[in-house]
């Protein structure tokens, strides 16, 4: 399986602002979404074929309160209300992960808040095509 991670603060982000001011997070900072219904972040992923991957997103919720999102695979959305649930603090990361088909190239990956807490801080999304990984059998 091939893992490739898309950056959050590199992505297309729509009612959202990049920051860095809560550890923890991988490259040089994470999303914070507004506070609001429809704010989202899209990634553009490549896929080396058409096939089953495992999307993970990492994220933080210092809030006590759950805060969904639809995820949505070129434009369809694959996954409605995935809790991203309070993490403890804002530097306490968790990830959370579905699995999709991804088409062979060019695809993208919605992450979109759907309430009125916008979403979680977002650092990144891991891409694992093929599955999951595991011992051959030789
Ligand atoms: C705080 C926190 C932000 C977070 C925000 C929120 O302001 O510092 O990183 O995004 O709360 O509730 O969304």
Same mark, same amino acid.
Request: hydrophobic share 35%; proline share 2%.
């Given at each position: 399986?091939?893992?490739?991670?898309?950056?959050?603060?590199?992505?297309?982000?729509?009612? !959202?602002?990049?920051?860095?001011?809560?550890?923890?997070?991988? /490259?040089?900072?994470?999303?914070?979404?507004?506070?609001?219904?429809?704010?989202?972040?899209?990634?553009?992923?490549?896929?080396?074929?058409? !096939?089953?991957?495992? $999307?993970?997103?990492?994220?933080?919720?210092?809030? =006590?309160?759950?805060?969904? +999102?639809?995820?949505?695979?070129?434009?369809?959305?694959?996954?409605?209300?995935?809790?991203?649930? !309070?993490?403890?603090?804002?530097? @306490?990361?968790?990830? *959370?992960? $579905?699995?999709?088909? $991804?088409?062979?190239?060019?695809?993208? =990956?919605?992450?979109?808040? *759907?309430?009125?807490?916008? /979403?979680?801080?977002?650092?990144? $999304? @891991?891409?694992?095509?093929? /599955?999951?990984? !595991?011992?051959? +059998?030789?």
């Amino acid at each position: 399986a091939t893992t490739t991670a898309y950056q959050a603060e590199n992505a297309t982000i729509t009612n !959202g602002a990049v920051e860095s001011n809560h550890a923890g997070y991988t /490259g040089t900072g994470f999303v914070n979404y507004d506070n609001a219904t429809g704010s989202s972040v899209q990634w553009s992923v490549t896929a080396a074929a058409t !096939g089953s991957a495992t $999307l993970s997103i990492k994220f933080a919720n210092g809030a =006590v309160t759950n805060r969904p +999102m639809d995820i949505a695979v070129n434009g369809t959305t694959v996954a409605s209300g995935v809790a991203f649930n !309070g993490t403890g603090a804002w530097t @306490t990361w968790q990830e *959370t992960s $579905l699995t999709a088909t $991804l088409n062979a190239g060019a695809n993208t =990956v919605r992450a979109t808040a *759907t309430t009125a807490g916008g /979403g979680p801080n977002v650092d990144k $999304l @891991t891409v694992v095509e093929g /599955g999951t990984t !595991g011992p051959s +059998m030789a």
